[in-house]
């Protein structure tokens, strides 16, 4: 450990020093992210977490450390993406508006927030030794994260990486500022962040992506024709229901191999003392239990005694929580695409299926699978940064912890200061016609909540056979995907694509899945005519380099509209 560039920066690992990160990921990164994140579940309906935006920050106040200084920067990054993710979920608070729900007081939304997030932290925590140490996948926006800190930590790397990472954040920048101001760019929904995405992850997974959207517009009319359908529908609002469930499909195949492979040596290992694990990655797993098990009888609680929902639904939502953020996480992992509003939907419907009528309960039920998947999939992406820095898993997780707690109460803040801020924004839209929904606030994500809670007074079995159908199709292409090996590009990306990256393309709608393949498409011809360079880390390409960087460059765009925009209409 070598002491720190400047005097009066605290002794790195003293307590002064984490009240330094600790500060400057909860009360200054974490909250603009989470401004960011609020405006854009607000505008568009999805938001950018925040890793790589807090993790290029972060590394300027960590960077007095040296090469050492990742790891706080990792800490800071950790912090303020868990307060930019509980941020986002204000769209929960709208939800209720729209449906005319009253709200229960501030404290008690907080409180349960709070617990859900904490149980989220945990499940997260759970499935990482599968996801990130096992599976070993990409997680495009963890990558992104670690390739940054390394490059702005070392001198060497540094050097050799500067150019094209700040090159991808300055055209990622200019990208995001234009576009809301330049027609054409608009109209052909580019956006820097998914093609920067495109380039971590690379042709293979971003061509399948594409297959799937491809496939969605193209089945959009016997979907219309079989009642899934209404004319005009984006195909998005069937597909994405098939899309989660071959992801589900999928991840049996997968899952069902770690087990079977892991069996055979099982009682060997059993019988022999365990390898000691490296320090960073050492987790106490009894305690872990320990913790998803108190939080998520905290959850129920606060559940049923503060906010009077039925214990049977809060319980089914709990249960479901360790099925879809093993589920999200992979795609994740895959294509940096957390389809937390699906897995709030699904649970609605699964919860129908059980005999649940009330769009209050529903609401409040399904926010417990959209916090805690949000949440633990932050968790894995922070540790798969962590995994490929050698960061300490422990600290990363009180890290988390603590943006939670800060994240939970701007949740509720940012949400009625946004709704004062923008009367429009408590404007049912899923009763308003296509000329009256506003331009600037689509709220896609509040859209989706309403809707399938307003369906529960009109039954539609047709969404429980779009996801079985999804299962079998994603169950089928696994399978066979594990008997081909090795398979060529064509087969691997197109004739027979990852369910995981094809996916994508049906939740997005199809231009995003198009720049995602675009992206991965240029970094590939890009890498395939340039040398390799060998002095770098083999998970750290310019292509890479320069993907992180627009996703960043994209995320302070994103940041800059955010705080314009509200402080614009507060003055």
Known sequence: MTPPRWRWLPAEGSWRYHLLLAAAGMLVLGPLAGVTAAYMNFSLGFFVGGQVLAGLLGSAVTAGYGRDGRHGANYIQTAAASVASMSGMGVLVQAMVWMGLPQPPAWQLVAYFVCIGMFGVGVGMLYTPVLVDKLQLTFPSGLAVANILRALTDPALLRRSIGKLGGGAA??????????RIGWLGAIEFSASTFGAGMVVGARIGVAAVVGGLLGWALTPMFVAIGWLEPGDPFRKITFLIALGMIMGAAAVDLALIFWRALPGARARAAQAPPPADDWRRVHRGRLVAWVIAWAAATVATGHLLLAQPLAFLLVAVALVFLFALVNGISVGISDSNPISSAFVVSVVVMALMGLADPGVGLMAGAILLVSTSVACDMQQDRS?????????????????????VGAVLAVVFARVFMAAYPVLVQDQTVMKAGQQPAEWSSAMTYKFVGVLRSLTDDKPYQRVAILVGVAIGFVIEVVRKRLRPRGFVVDAILLPSPYA???????????????????VAASVIEARTKKDTELPHDMSGTSLFGGGLIAGDAIAALAIGITGLLSAVL
């Open 502 to 520: 094809m996916s994508f393309g049906g939740f997005v709608n199809l231009p995003t899945a198009l720049w995602l393949g675009a992206g991965g």
């Open 385 to 405: 940064t962590g995994w490929r820095l050698g960061t300490p898993r422990v600290l990363q997780f009180r890290y988390q912890v603590l943006g939670i707690l």
């Open 171 to 180: 055209a990622g920048l200019l990208a995001g500022l234009a576009g809301g």
